[in-house]
T-cell receptor, first 113, second 114 residues
Framework: DQQVKQNSPSLSVQEGRISILNCDYT??????FLWYKKYPAEGPTFLISISSIKDKNEDGRFTVFLNKSAKHLSLHIVPSQPGDSAVYFCAASPNSGNTPLVFGKGTRLSVIA | DAGVTQSPTHLIKTRGQQVTLRCSPKSGHDTVSWYQQALGQGPQFIFQYYEEEERQRGNFPDRFSGHQFPNYSSELNVNALLLGDSALYLCASSLGPREGTEAFFGQGTRLTVV
């Protein structure tokens, strides 16, 4: 039973446009959400996080939106750059206090120049 | 500042053998978690070590065991290897248990069981 779902295995976006990556979760106990980016032959790199007390968190070109009632979050990248091409993982945990992360399967983003 | 380092980067083992993977956490971090990432899947939590003890464990059999040393480095041991154990094994370090701490991952060890 997958608790964190990323239903789009891949996404292609033109350089300069917005990339929107989606994530759904089923466990109501999840209270803290993170996005990681992964290049081939490297480990996942932390991008941005959000706790359930917020509905939006912004860091430069990256914004994460959380809709708790819908159990849905999304990552917006504006403007998209070729260097953003990677696999993006959504992860969740019951709190931010260093509890294990539950990951989705990832979405491969390709930004086309 | 060295990040999380894992060794070896790749290895090939035969079914039934035993393997040990190693991880050095990011400087200043005291908690190490291990994840298994099968092909086409997201990382799955194996277990977490803090203060040299296993604190939390995911849904993995007892064939998977670990250890944390006084310098916070860690080992993951897998006994009686199965073909299905072929995966990328990721180590993550963090400060714990503390609020608002993010996990930093190593580059992983690619294990192939033949």
């Amino acid at each position: 039973d997958q608790q964190v779902k990323q239903n789009s295995p891949s996404l292609s976006v033109q350089e300069g446009r917005i990339s929107i990556l989606n994530c759904d979760y089923t466990n109501s106990m999840f209270d803290y959400f993170l996005w990681y980016k992964k290049y081939p032959a490297e480990g996942p790199t932390f991008l941005i996080s959000i706790s359930s007390i917020k509905d939006k968190n912004e860091d430069g070109r990256f914004t994460v939106f959380l809709n708790k009632s819908a159990k849905h979050l999304s990552l917006h990248i504006v403007p998209s750059q070729p260097g953003d091409s990677a696999v993006y993982f959504c992860a969740a945990s019951p709190n931010s206090g260093n509890t294990p992360l539950v990951f989705g399967k990832g979405t491969r983003l390709s930004v086309i120049a | 500042d060295a990040g999380v380092t894992q060794s070896p980067t790749h290895l090939i083992k035969t079914r039934g053998q035993q393997v040990t993977l190693r991880c050095s956490p990011k400087s200043g971090h005291d908690t190490v978690s291990w994840y298994q990432q099968a092909l086409g899947q997201g990382p799955q939590f194996i277990f977490q070590y803090y203060e040299e003890e296993e604190r939390q464990r995911g849904n993995f059999p007892d064939r998977f065991s670990g250890h944390q040393f006084p310098n916070y480095s860690s080992e993951l041991n897998v006994n009686a290897l199965l073909l299905g154990d072929s995966a990328l094994y990721l180590c993550a370090s963090s400060l714990g248990p503390r609020e608002g701490t993010e996990a930093f991952f190593g580059q992983g060890t690619r294990l192939t069981v033949v």
